[in-house]
């Protein structure tokens, strides 16, 4: 088997790119933490771990699915927007809603700064990932159990965007999950299941967007373009599968599926470290 190892840094071969790409893109906008997977997949089948970076880099894949699938919905807020903009008129649901977006990112990228300016990258541990998983669900149980589900997108405003941002910068734990963290944010404030995916996919664009060209620029290697694009449009591909049937699915469906899936995957992790088939 080839791969590419220079120093202390492992590029996928291609099809090892592809397989990460798609592992990123099916777990990405699910509640179960595309970062847990992309470090407990490779360790199971006994391939190096590709690092934070390229996992961030090829979350622009994701981030590609998001801008295709809500292109009408970002048409209509970008435009809404500068409608509001110019009449002065900031009480309307388009201006709200861009706001709560924008001021729901200062947080991610603040910690996200301040992670990286003193440890470089968020611990990679599978104990650790195994305690997000696991707390994450409980978390997510209780919002699935106490949460009216009575809100939807057009009753968003800067306030919700703040609290479910705060919700979205404890994803750079590994193992917490963006989609995770923010949905469990978004039910706990009312909101329907749906409306509450469709908000942290929306929410997550800057977010995706900032960690993806920051660390293509500060770890810029000319070795790694060929596994970062394949990785990139694999995850694009899988992505766009990916939202759409969770959308679908949370409009017939609850959140208990993926509550049971974290603790058991969480389980399995220790287990693993216990029994000695994975590394810390």
């Known amino acids: 088997m080839f791969v590419l190892l220079l120093a202390d840094t492992w590029y996928p071969n291609w099809w090892q790119a592809l397989i990460l790409g798609m592992v990123q893109g099916i777990t990405e906008f699910l509640p179960i933490s595309s970062t847990a997977h992309l470090r407990v997949f490779p360790a199971l089948v006994g391939w190096p771990d ?140 009312h909101l329907q299941r749906s409306a509450a995916a469709r908000y942290s996919f929306l929410l997550g664009i800057p977010a995706l967007f900032l960690a993806g060209v920051v660390e293509f620029i500060s770890e810029f290697e000319a070795e790694a373009l060929l596994s970062q694009g394949l990785g990139t449009l694999s995850a694009l591909v899988f992505s766009y599968l990916s939202i759409d049937w969770l959308i679908q699915f949370l409009q017939r469906s609850s959140t208990w599926l993926f509550i049971v899936y974290r603790i058991g995957f969480g389980l399995f992790i220790i287990l693993g470290l216990t029994l000695g088939f994975l590394r810390p």
């Open 50 to 189: 590709a690092g934070a970076s390229f996992t961030a880099v090829i979350q622009l894949g994701s981030l590609g699915a998001v801008l295709i699938y809500f292109a009408s919905d970002l048409r209509q807020l970008i435009l809404g927007s500068w409608k509001a903009w110019r009449e002065r008129d900031f009480q309307q649901e388009p201006w709200r809603l861009s706001v709560g977006i924008l001021v729901g990112t200062v947080p991610i990228v603040v910690v996200g700064w301040a992670i990286k300016a003193i440890w470089g990258s968020p611990p990679r541990q599978l104990w650790v990932i195994a305690a997000a998983a696991i707390g994450l669900a409980v978390l997510l149980g209780w919002a699935e159990q106490t949460g009216k589900r009575q809100r939807d997108l057009h009753s968003l405003g800067i306030w919700d965007g703040i609290w479910v941002g705060l919700a979205q910068a404890l994803s750079l734990i590994p193992g917490v999950s963006r989609s995770g963290s923010t949905l469990t944010a978004g039910l706990l404030l």
